[in-house]
């Protein structure tokens, strides 16, 4: 558990919002790389001559390193800490967009997901970890709210990209925004754990690494809350990938949009980051855990819509809702697992949920490629219908009390 100290001096307040501003730049790329994904799919499809199925690739290959990560993070953080793990997971997507820049051929480009998977992993690990030990719920949904604001903006300048004859350039602009990042989690957090960095701004740990000689793996699988917020993890980063990547290819084959269809991926990403900050209130009035069966029916309801009424203006405007539906979930997913999860376990655990996590977004975009061959893309809506119905069924599953490690 990290609290506040009583009194915070104005370095210290300082200090703290440089360090929340370098994660916002972390998260931001982060987003930035799953909005592109998306838009650039048909120019994917075209230049490589490959099918629904052959495409869904990159986003299995992405979420395998996303996995790898996940596991290697435990490893990582208690070895070297939170400072040294965040600026190695920041070098992977830099030499990922490196290659992908050319248009290498697609299993180069394919390794390049992998790559960014791997890396995203560490640096989505330590960075939920370390906003999570602060127990700060307004800064949980704005650092979010920066991954939401990379998803929005990525498409609008992938969409620019893809209607062009070099739409791999779009890397070339990732590069500099990956670079820039490593630039920053060095400079501002000099290598050192997180202890080190919290006490810094003002915070003061309760109990920490090392606390107790128990396996930590052992530990964190130990816990049956762990595993019920993986598994709502699986399905949520799942319909929000499958999403933001496929509604554009859906839009283009089954509504009859043009190349401009991109920019409803940007709207997804823009409902999502404006769920993360105008619903912060609403979701305290209503209390967290059941506010997340309100949105997640909403979502329903709006999903079938786009499902059941063929209009491209009625599609936009109901992704973009639901993109502002599901945007608080995560975030209150993280949230909550700080609250039921020991602390000294929390950086460990977090990161294991959201590398599980991940595989949704491969499995769920490749069951939807499989599926777009066999049926055509139309299969996209009852998929995503079925997998909301059954991330509301695991939310009840989810235990409300903090568990104790014995």
């Known amino acids: 558990m990290v609290r ?9 307040k300082r200090y703290s919002l440089i360090h929340f501003a370098a994660l916002c730049w972390c998260f931001l790329l ?13 120019s994917m499809q075209e230049y ?4 629904f199925s052959i495409v869904s690739m990159l986003f299995v ?11 290697v993070n435990v490893w990582l953080n208690d070895k070297l800490g939170f400072g040294k793990t965040i600026v190695i997971g920041s070098l992977f997507p830099l030499v990922a967009y490196a290659i992908q820049s ?4 697609f299993p180069v480009m394919v390794f390049g997901y992998f790559l960014c998977g791997f890396g995203n992993a560490l640096q989505n690990a330590q960075g939920n970890g370390f906003v999570a030990s602060m127990h700060h719920a307004t800064k949980l949904n704005l650092v979010m709210a920066a991954y939401g604001v990379g998803a929005f903006v990525s498409p609008l300048v992938a969409t620019h990209f893809a209607g062009t004859r070099h739409w791999s350039f779009h890397f070339l602009i990732s590069s500099g925004i990956a670079v ?18 919290l006490a810094e701004a003002g915070h003061h740990p309760v109990g920490g690494e090392g606390q107790t000689d128990e396996n930590i793996y052992r530990a964190i699988f130990g816990i049956k809350s762990v595993h019920f917020l993986a598994i709502f993890a699986v399905i949520y980063i799942g319909v929000e990938v499958t999403l933001g990547g496929w ?3 859906f839009i283009i084959s089954e509504r009859g949009g043009g190349p401009s269809a991109g920019y409803i991926s940007s709207g997804f990403f823009g409902g999502l980051t404006v769920g993360r900050l105008a619903l912060i209130w609403f979701s305290k009035k209503v209390g967290e855990f059941r506010v997340v069966f309100l949105y997640g029916i909403l979502a329903i309801a709006l999903e079938l819509t786009i499902w059941f009424i063929p209009s ?4 936009a405007i109901a992704v973009s809702f639901i993109g502002m539906l599901l945007g608080p979930m995560f975030p209150i997913l993280v949230g909550h697992a700080s609250r039921i999860l020991p602390a000294w376990l929390l950086t460990g655990s977090v990161g294991w949920i959201t590398g599980v996590g991940v595989s949704g977004s491969a499995v769920l975009p490749l069951i939807t490629g499989v599926l777009a061959s066999k049926f055509g893309i139309r299969s996209l809506q009852p998929l995503v219908v079925s997998m909301m119905c059954t991330m509301v069924g695991v939310w009840a599953l989810i235990p409300r009390a903090p568990h104790r490690v014995k």
């Open 247 to 249: 509604i554009v290819t």
């Open 180 to 197: 820039l990042n490593t630039v920053i989690q060095c400079v501002v957090f000099r290598f050192r754990r997180q202890e080190d960095v």
């Open 30 to 42: 982060n987003g930035w790389n799953d909005g592109t994904t998306g838009p650039l799919l048909p």
């Open 4 to 12: 506040a100290q009583p009194e915070t001096t104005k370095r210290q």
């Open 312 to 315: 491209i203006i009625e599609n």
């Open 102 to 105: 050319p248009a290498p051929p």
């Open 48 to 51: 490589y001559h490959i099918n």
């Open 61 to 71: 290959f992405g979420c395998a390193g996303f996995i790898l990560g996940a596991g």
